[in-house]
């Protein structure tokens, strides 16, 4: 029966089906003043503050000999997809350690504890020696700064960077990655309506 069906698949072979043509990319770019919604902007801050997120370090090795390793705090971090592993956050586009990172063309992610407030707000300002007194050691694949009393650590390579807005937003290609014993952890640290939070029972 199946010797029978492939010769009946051949006698009615048609010709080959056009090739099909890939979509144009978008534009990407800036909204422009006059494509904005009238939203006040600590209206948008305020309600979006409701949405409660986690909070990580993306950090990256010096790019150059003689630089210390960049690093900043990021509360827009995501997964992304599964096949392949991929992850995603989101830098504002007038910062200062973007670059850096991009030079470094790989990231860490490290994944917050709720006790490590303080080392948040040392990442969140701009200009200071950010890793001083800090404990880390080097992610396995890239050599990135992994914080030592992190929760979890997603170690990255660049894959893709689009606009969006006045952020970039950044893909990366996860290549190693590690979390701690949930038993022996206090769990992460969660940021709401402008405050640091923990989980609760």
């Known amino acids: 029966m199946a010797e029978a069906a492939v010769r009946y698949l051949r006698s009615v072979r048609t010709a080959a089906p056009e090739p099909v043509e890939a979509l144009p990319r978008p534009d990407l770019r800036c909204v422009g003043a006059d494509e904005r919604a009238p939203l ?53 586009r007038t910062s200062t350690t973007w670059p850096r990172i991009a030079r470094a063309g790989v990231f860490c992610v490290n994944v917050l504890g709720s006790r490590q407030g303080e080392l948040c707000r040392a990442f969140a300002v701009s200009g200071a020696d950010k890793f001083a007194g800090v404990a880390y050691d080097a992610a396995p694949a890239s050599g990135s700064p992994r914080l030592t009393g992190a929760v979890a650590w997603i170690d990255c390579a660049i894959h893709a960077v689009h606009t969006g807005g006045d952020h970039l937003v950044v893909v990366g290609r996860v290549n190693a990655l590690g979390a701690e014993d949930s038993a022996g952890s206090d769990g992460p640290l969660l940021f709401h309506r402008g405050r640091f939070a923990r989980l609760a029972d």
Request: hydrophobic share 50%; aromatic share 10%.
């Open 40 to 92: 006040d902007a600590r209206e948008f801050r305020r309600v979006l503050g409701s949405f409660a997120t986690g909070v990580a370090v993306v950090t990256a090795p010096a790019a150059t000999a003689g630089e210390p390793p960049a690093g900043f705090a990021c509360q827009s971090f995501t997964s992304l997809s599964l096949d392949p592993p991929l992850v995603a956050f989101m830098v504002g």
